[in-house]
């Protein structure tokens, strides 16, 4: 059985509309006017526990729509949603003690409190048993290694470490389920790297089952097997990287460093993407000539000091799929 099962979720709200001028003004005091926004028209998708998958979308495509569903938050207006067997809105109190969530742009810690302190709180809400919690709380400070700071208050925090925290805190009640929303944003290179090891390790050593959402595409490169798109409030796109890639195009380029300047190159299904001193990519279609037969082609009548085959990166492609996704 699915750890996560999601069957053509719908959610509309109401938003209120004005019209202009002094009599639409007027109008709206004595008759409200309304319009319904689908920010969700039916969707589906099934997560196997441990899976940790990659929740793309564009901005108001409907993904915290989705997570806010999926924690209980908000009831949808039609569809089904099972988490372990629960329907997150009906058995909301049972299923908060299975999830845990890591907010980027925010904390779940006391601003003034030491993190240690905030810790402890979140024993007490969550009442995990103190031999259970000192066990989780332990582990988490060695693999996060939040030994330094656990006296500091969480205001007093760099982002990267309070970022750390704050998967600590995530995980004191053991969920089996985690939402990460944006959880390497503003962070330096280092602490990206840290963030995103940590994220496989819990997800493969404790099998939590992992919904990350993100703008950032090297997150989704370095963690997701499979990506969700949605757009529009639909899936646009359910899948690996790779299907991800072909369902856009086989598009492949050649990067090419010449010995001198001249370039000069024609041939059918190969383009010139740019050309910066002697430096050349070219752009073309695998299915019509091979990375093979166009290496051989150019070396043929250009002297070549290096050259690589390359996929188009996956900001490149995911773009490509939320404009189809529009249109
Ligand atoms: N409480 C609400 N009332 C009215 N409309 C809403 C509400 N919440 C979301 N919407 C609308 O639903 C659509 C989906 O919003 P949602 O916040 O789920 O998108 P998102 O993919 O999380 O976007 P972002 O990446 O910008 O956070 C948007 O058109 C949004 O304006």
Redo the contacts with the bound molecule.
């Keep these: 059985m699915s750890h996560i099962l999601v069957e053509d979720l719908k959610k509309s709200?109401f938003?209120s509309e004005r019209t202009s001028g002094v009599f639409g003004s007027i109008r709206g005091l004595v008759q409200r006017q309304t319009r319904e926004?689908y920010?969700l028209k039916g969707v589906s998708f099934s997560l196997e526990q441990g899976e940790l998958v990659g929740y793309i979308?564009p901005?108001?495509?409907?993904?915290?729509?989705t997570i806010k569903i999926l924690s209980g938050i908000l009831v949808p207006t039609s569809g089904k949603c099972r988490i372990g067997g629960r329907t997150p809105w009906k058995d909301r109190i049972k299923h908060v003690g299975r999830i845990g969530v890591v907010f980027g742009q925010r904390t779940q810690l006391w601003w003034d409190l030491p993190v240690i302190e905030s810790f402890d709180l979140l024993r007490d809400i969550y009442r995990v048993p103190d031999v259970e919690y000192k066990k989780t709380r332990d582990e988490m400070i060695d693999l996060l290694a939040l030994e330094s700071f656990l006296n500091t208050p969480v205001r007093q925090l760099s982002l990267g470490q309070r970022m750390r925290c704050d998967f600590a805190a995530a995980m004191l009640h053991k969920p089996d389920i985690l939402f990460l929303d944006e959880p390497t944003i503003g962070l330096d290179a280092v602490s990206k790297l840290a963030v995103r090891k940590f994220i496989k390790t819990l997800n493969k050593a404790h099998q939590v089952t992992t919904i990350l959402t993100t703008h950032d595409m090297d997150d989704i490169e370095a963690l997701c097997e499979r990506v969700i798109i949605i757009g529009g409030?639909e899936i646009l796109c359910d899948g690996s990287l790779a299907k991800l890639r072909s369902q856009v195009s086989s598009r492949r380029y050649l990067k090419i460093h010449l010995a001198n300047d001249d370039f000069f190159f024609q041939e059918q299904g190969v383009s010139i993407i740019s050309k910066e001193g002697r430096t050349v990519t070219l752009a073309f279609d695998p299915l019509k000539i091979s990375a093979a037969s166009l290496i051989a082609h150019v070396t043929s009548k250009h002297e070549v000091e290096d050259l690589f085959v390359e996929n188009p990166p996956i900001e490149e492609i995911v773009a490509e799929l939320y404009a189809n996704g529009e249109s």
């Design positions: 709200f938003v926004v920010a979308g901005n108001g495509a409907g993904k915290s729509t409030g």
